[in-house]
């Protein structure tokens, strides 16, 4: 029986992004998307310091990396892994099956109103899922109801635009010298949690104590030359390029790709980036 996803209509713009072409294009390249964010893995996890028996909630799991390295540290516990794409979630359940990950499992569900079990999980983590949810208060709200006293929140979230050369390099070069606006503050995206003023009230008032921040810097890695990374970033930010007539579609495409060959390296195309590790205790 195909059950019906259950999201908030603060999250609707959200699902119709994650469970549309931007989770499919996720979910097709899953391993680069991974390989982007492979230089937090180790201070993510030593953050998080998973248990043998842990009961671990993965939000925004997506392909599911994070689920499986955390299952493999819970080998007598239980991992579940949420989020909001379909293409996502079968490839994650496809990866922890070939894995023998049998403790792992996957659901669709918007984790800002799903029903979780009160008090269920001794750790609640998220790597840079947590800043897509229409209403933060409801959100953290429920993850702290969904997490036993004592049990703790761990989360990655980007420092602010200004402090992600990534961001900012890929966005200047597709706007083709326009002046395009942003999202209104406190709006859902990549830097809705970036200011940790704003992230102590609303971990506080769902019930978090012991807050922790720690600034973490690390290269993401968008391809294997600036060709590779060309079109992977066009797949996912072409729609910036809408608007534009030929002749500024043309330097938007050419300004990106020369950005890209200038951070070329033997590694491949590496661009800066900076993130928060936010640690919580449930009260």
Known sequence: MTRTLQAAPANAEQVKAWDGEEGAYWAEHADRYDRALRGYLTPFFEAAAVGPADRVLDVG???????????RRAPRGSVLGVDLSTAMLRVARQRAEEAGLGHV??????????????????LVVSRTGTMFFGDLDAAFRNLARATRPDGRLVQLVWQPAVRNEWFLTLTTALAAGRDLPGPPPGAPGPFALSEPDRVRALLTGAGFTGLG?????????FGTDADDAHRFVVGQLGWMLEGLDDTGRARALDDLHAALRARETPEGVLLPSATWLITATRR
């Open 61 to 71: 799991c997506g392909t599911g990396e994070i689920s499986r390295e955390a299952g």
């Open 105 to 122: 499992r996957f659901e669709q569900a918007d984790a800002q109103i799903h029903l979780f079990p009160e008090g269920g999980f001794d």
């Open 213 to 221: 921040f720690e600034p973490f810097a690390a290269p993401m890695h």
